[in-house]
């Protein structure tokens, strides 16, 4: 399987011309959109990543393996962001470095970035007004949009209809659990004095971690003081069913959002 992609991207490597030298040294991917490219990166992810974010990159949860559709709608998040993470991995997690040539690494970088989900031209026909109302009276305790005041437990909202199709943000507000955000992950840590908290996941190395609470407090947690750190599979968003809000109030708070900047 592994021999089988290789000589795959062999093949795709000898088809691509020769153009990264130069604008590799930018950061930018030589190959991006190029539908050899991405075909040979894709390739290249089933057989190397794929055991860990799943085949269709959308992340593993029980081992933390992020979904990697929706990185790229992170702030800092670009080609050349992507390629040194590839390349160096993740110290302090199990996202190793991988010793791939320059060329496979931007066929990698260029296939993850059809992944990412854009929500660009759409349509966006809901009352934007009874949205604003619907979002004040439901979401802005956990999420800010535009210049709506709100809470710091769930990621900003401004602008994201632009970043994440509508399809997409309407399961994000049904079923929360089933794709989390890095930066968002939920855990609750117990200390050693006996106190357990909850909250998202903000930062962690090797001598500290950092959460938002429950409650909206930023707590940083030294880890000699930390016993165990459990991650939770559930999101701290409650799930929004039909009966809380139907499809016409969903493409209300859609049309707000969209409206949001
Ligand atoms: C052994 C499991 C494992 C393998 C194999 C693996 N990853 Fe990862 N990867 C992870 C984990 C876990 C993280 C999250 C680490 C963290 O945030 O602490 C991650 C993070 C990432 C990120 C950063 C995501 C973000 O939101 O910033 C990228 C990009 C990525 N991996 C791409 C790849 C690619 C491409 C491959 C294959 C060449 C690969 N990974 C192979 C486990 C893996
Ligand atoms: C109690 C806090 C809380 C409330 C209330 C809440 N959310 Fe969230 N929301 C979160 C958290 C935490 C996340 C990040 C984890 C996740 O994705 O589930 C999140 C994630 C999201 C995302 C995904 C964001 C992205 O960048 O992809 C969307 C969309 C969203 N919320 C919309 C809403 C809407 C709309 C409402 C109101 C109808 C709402 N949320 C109410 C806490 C909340």
Redo the contacts with the bound molecule.
């Keep these: 399987m592994f021999r089988v992609a290789g000589i795959g991207i062999l093949f795709a490597a000898l088809c691509l011309p020769l153009v990264w030298q130069g604008a590799a040294a930018q950061g930018v991917n030589p190959y991006a959109g190029q539908p050899r490219a991405v075909l040979a990166g894709g390739a290249?992810?089933r057989a190397?990543?794929?055991?860990?974010?799943g085949a269709d990159g959308k992340g593993i949860l029980s081992?933390?393996?992020?979904?990697?559709s929706?990185?790229w709608a992170?702030d800092g998040?670009n080609d050349e962001?992507?390629f040194s993470?590839?390349r160096d991995?993740?110290p302090?997690?199990?996202?190793?470095p991988?010793g791939?040539r320059e060329t496979e690494l931007w066929m990698?970088?260029a296939f993850?970035a059809t992944l990412a989900e854009g929500g660009g031209d759409a349509e966006f026909s809901g009352d934007a007004g009874n949205g604003r109302r619907l979002f004040a009276a439901n979401c802005s305790e956990c999420h800010r949009a535009g210049a709506e005041a709100g809470g710091v437990l769930g990621p900003v909202l401004t602008g994201v209809t632009r970043r994440r199709s509508p399809e997409a943000l309407m399961q994000s507000i049904r079923e929360p659990s089933g794709r989390i955000?890095?930066g968002f992950r939920p855990v609750t840590v117990e200390t050693g004095a006996g106190e357990a908290v909850t909250g998202v996941l903000k930062n962690?190395d090797a001598f500290s971690l950092q959460l938002v609470t429950e409650d909206q407090d930023l707590r940083a947690f030294g880890r000699d003081a930390v016993r165990q750190v459990a991650r939770l599979g559930e999101s701290l968003m409650p799930v929004f069913g039909e009966a809380d809000l139907d499809d016409d109030e969903l493409a209300d708070l859609l049309a707000f959002l969209h409206g949001s900047q």
């Excluded at 190397?48 to 974010?53: K, M, S, Y």
């Excluded at 081992?63 to 990697?68: N, Q, R, T, V």
């Design positions: 290249l992810f190397q990543c794929a055991t860990c974010h081992i933390d393996a992020p979904d990697l929706l990185m992170r998040v962001y992507v993470v590839v991995g993740i302090g997690s199990i996202m190793p991988h791939l990698l970088v993850m955000e890095r962690e």
